[in-house]
């Protein structure tokens, strides 16, 4: 996909950006949380997390590079696939979803 920011932003996601290690992110609303996505395509993502507020969610996509295990801040879910294919649901913190 040529125009993927543009693609995403049309599908809802806020603040898309391509990471350091190639994969597309962005943060999305959800019913009581703000999702930071990760490995972002056409058909949807690899992994994500929740965020109880949409302004720790962008911080948290701006400071991170898409490397390590987790992003910054002060996430309390992550679903998905992890960076090496495997599957991943965990809370952290209290459990607010």
């Known amino acids: ?3 993927m920011p543009n693609f995403l932003r049309e599908q809802g996601y806020i603040h898309p950006i391509q990471l350091s290690t190639g994969e597309w992110a962005g943060v ?7 999702d930071l996505c990760v490995g972002l395509n056409e058909t949807g993502y690899r992994c994500r997390w929740s965020y109880p ?19 910054p801040g002060d996430w309390v879910k992550q679903k998905g696939t992890d960076s090496h294919g495997n599957g991943v649901d965990r809370n952290k913190g209290d459990p607010l979803v």
Not at 28 to 34: A, I, R
Not at 53 to 71: K, M, N, R, V
């Open 53 to 71: 507020a949409l302004s720790l969610a962008l911080l948290a996509i701006e400071l991170w590079d898409g490397h390590g295990d987790d992003p």
């Open 1 to 3: 996909m040529t125009d």
């Open 28 to 34: 999305v609303k959800m019913l009581f949380t703000y």
